[in-house]
Nanobody
Framework: QVQLVESGGGLVQPGESLALSCAASRISEIYYRGYDVAWYRQASGKERELVARLTSEGTTKYGDSVKGRFSISRDDTMKMVGLQMNRLKPDDTGVYYC?????????WGEGTLVTVSA
């Protein structure tokens, strides 16, 4: 079973930056390269929503609320996904989940909490 472990969450003030990472294990590099990678988030009392996706072919998609502020990246050799978050807002607060998917399977990490508060 593929494992995804997120890291980098924490408490920051509005306007600051934070970088998240997600490390995959129990999957070979060649298979990892075939997966789309993504970050989702879930705020308290709200549904989980897409933050950013980066396909295996290099296509990106961002949620409307983070466009121009967040950037997703991947390192297939290291089997890692990154999320650079700039100009953070209180509305960005939530648990951020790493996601791998292809046409057959979907994997989730357990999440890392990001809190944006003065």
């Amino acid at each position: 079973q593929v494992q995804l472990v997120e890291s980098g969450g924490g408490l920051v003030q509005p306007g600051e930056s934070l970088a998240l990472s997600c490390a995959a294990s129990r999957i070979s590099e060649i298979y990892y390269r075939g997966y789309d990678v993504a970050w989702y988030r879930q705020a308290s009392g709200k549904e989980r929503e897409l933050v950013a996706r980066l396909t295996s072919e290099g296509t990106t998609k961002y949620g409307d609320s983070v466009k121009g502020r967040f950037s997703i990246s991947r390192d297939d050799t290291m089997k890692m996904v990154g999320l650079q978050m700039n100009r953070l807002k209180p509305d960005d607060t939530g648990v951020y989940y790493c996601n791998l998917r292809n046409s057959l399977r979907v994997y989730w990490g357990e999440g890392t909490l990001v809190t944006v508060s003065a």
